[in-house]
């Protein structure tokens, strides 16, 4: 299995992003796919998650309303549009997704929102 997430970099707040993570290793299409944050010394967090085929998307409440889940099953890939960013946005960036009962994680990408 492998995630690699793109797209980070610095924004001013009410700007915008739009990260992205390639998939291989594993059947993109059968599985469903989550993107998640970590604040420097504090545990990963869950922000939004899409099934499979992508007709079901969910957000943490944090971030509803502002970001945007979507896949690509052709291209095995998972995007997140982050709009209106607000600092306590910065985080590093994960995707993920649970398979045969374990975990895995990309790399990660890291957002800074600062003026």
């Known amino acids: 299995v492998k995630l690699v997430e793109s797209g980070g970099g610095l924004v001013q707040p009410g700007g915008s992003l739009r990260l992205s993570c390639a998939a291989s290793g594993f059947t993109f299409s059968t599985s469903g796919m989550n993107w998640y944050r970590q604040f420097p010394g504090k545990e990963r967090e869950w922000v939004a998650g899409?099934?499979?085929?992508?007709?079901?998307?969910t957000y943490a409440e944090s971030v509803k309303g502002r970001f945007t889940i979507s896949r690509d099953n052709a291209k095995s890939t998972v995007g997140l549009q982050m709009n209106s960013l607000k600092p306590e946005d910065t985080a590093v960036y994960y995707c993920g997704t649970r398979l045969r009962g374990s975990e895995y994680w990309g790399q990660g990408t890291q957002v800074t929102v600062s003026s």
């Open positions: 899409i099934t499979n085929l992508g007709y079901t998307t």
